[in-house]
């Protein structure tokens, strides 16, 4: 699930390069790539959004996924965390 939700973040960057982006296709993509059909995504997505500890703990891995993929965004989302101490810590 973590790959999953990993993928997800970096691809919805897509829109932020190109506006135009089909999203759907996007996710398509996304949930193809890892063998996964939407009905089991949303499903397991429901479960762990009702076991909020375990969905932290995707969370944190898929954060990790990515800071291994581009080990300088670490510095970037420190940066950010300086510049808004005010942010919800599933943000940080």
């Known amino acids: 699930m973590a790959e999953i939700i990993a993928d997800f973040a970096i691809?919805?960057?897509?829109?932020t390069v190109k506006p135009d982006a089909n999203m759907e296709l996007v996710s398509r993509f996304v949930l193809k790539k890892h063998k996964i059909d939407a009905k089991t995504y949303r499903d397991s997505y429901k479960?762990?959004?009702?076991?909020p500890e375990e969905?932290?703990?995707i969370f944190a891995e898929a954060?990790?996924?990515i800071l291994d993929k581009d080990p300088k965004l670490e510095d970037y989302i420190e940066k950010?965390?300086?510049?808004?101490?005010?942010?919800?810590?599933?943000?940080?």
């Open 11 to 15: 691809y919805d960057q897509t829109y």
């Open 55 to 57: 969905m932290d703990d």
């Open 63 to 65: 954060k990790e996924i």
């Open 80 to 92: 950010k965390r300086k510049e808004n101490p005010n942010l919800p810590e599933f943000l940080r």
């Open 47 to 51: 479960y762990y959004i009702s076991n």
